[in-house]
């Protein structure tokens, strides 16, 4: 732990450095060309690094172009959030008790786990012995559940799960599999472990191959509802595995859990109900999150849409108005425009996460962020929520591994989309900031990611 510190200690200075012996400035356009080149690359690729020491620029490549950046958008989401809310910003859930009924309070808390819920349900059955109705109150934010320009076909998987004020388990269901005896469906085990969800096993356990139907795990998405199919085929010696898919309706999802729970702590409730609290109640519990700088480590690392998308609604949340994204995205521009000196009017930006195709930025953009950043006094909090090369955990741990401490930076990965933007150590050129957005292709970003990687080793060679 004492290392890690010193380390980004030693990142943060570096990143400060104005030394100009360290820059030679003799512009590496070829080296960058050959890379390029011998990758045979057909997609559109837009490049820009820049010296952090006097802003100098090393190299770019239609750096002024709108791409679609995938998530290195969090990038702009992070920042914003940092700007706008405070590094130990955190979120309240509440449990309220008025006239015998229960009320539990979202206020779009995305770490919100099945275990906090379990203990919440705990204390309130301890102070409380009767409850005629729970009512749902997630009217903190909007009730738009999806980002503008989402894919329709996204379905059931976790990266694109429902937005929501009250949001449990990031609106996943884990759906534990492993295999039967051999004709028999496979062993399945969920948690939480709800009504809220139906599932119909239609698999079978074979001891062989031949002909082998995958194992599927789908929810009816198309009609919206949380009815599960399992079905293909698992292999008698698979190991034990575990997949999580989204639900419909992440306020009643909740609210059903919590009912759950509150049943098995000896405390029955029969009804839900979803609305507004309309009256002062007594808060009987709370939960306070995790702060903002947590939050971000796991947005940076996982990539987590969800966190990501109520941070938008979080930004655009006052006293006299619930968290939308429209009036999120709206602060949004107004700290690129006022603060990092971007021309709003070029830009697109439409979600919190760039799980949209909608989205439109320039490396050129992206780099007047990261220089920005670097300038501010969140600097140290900025760099230390985003992973470095090989990191465990993190989109880059397979990624970038010799280079380790020398590159911190984002991932980015949507169909035909690959990004990677972020700080550089360079012992030729000092500190740099970088985004290379790759669009266009078709398949596998694998070589696209070989160009990304093979430049910013380039940038920390000795």
Partial sequence: MIYKILILCCTSLLLSCSSTSLFPFNIPKNQIDKIIKNNQSKASISIKIVSLSDESTLYELNSEKLMTPASNLKLITAAASLHFLGTNYSYKTYVGYKDKDLILIGNGDP??????????????????KKVNTLFLDATSMDSIKYGQGWMWDEGSEEFSAPIGALTLNNNCINIEYSPGKPGEPATI???PNTQYISISNQSSTVDDTINFKKLEINRDWLNQTNNFTISGEIFIETTVDTIKKNISNPTLFTGTVFKEFLN?????????????????????????SDSLKHILKSIMYESDNLSSELLIKTIGRDKNSLGTSESGLKMIKIFLADDVGVDTSEIRIVDGSGLSRYNLLSTEQIVQLLIYMNKTDLKSSFI?????????????????????????????SISGVSSLSGYALSPKYGPLAFSIIINGFVGSPYEYRQIQDQICEWMIED
């Fill in 189 to 191: 085990n969920i948690q």
């Fill in 111 to 128: 770490t919100l786990s099945i275990q906090t819920l379990d203990s919440l349900s705990n204390i309130v059955s301890k102070k409380i």
């Fill in 264 to 288: 098995n702590a000896g405390l029955q409730i029969n009804n839900i109900e979803i609305g507004a609290t309309k009256e002062t109640i007594d808060t009987i519990a709370e939960h306070t």
């Fill in 384 to 412: 230390e929520v985003l992973p470095h090369g090989g990191e465990k955990g993190s989109r880059l741990e397979d990624r970038l591994i010799t280079s380790g401490e020398k590159i911190h930076a984002k991932t980015g």
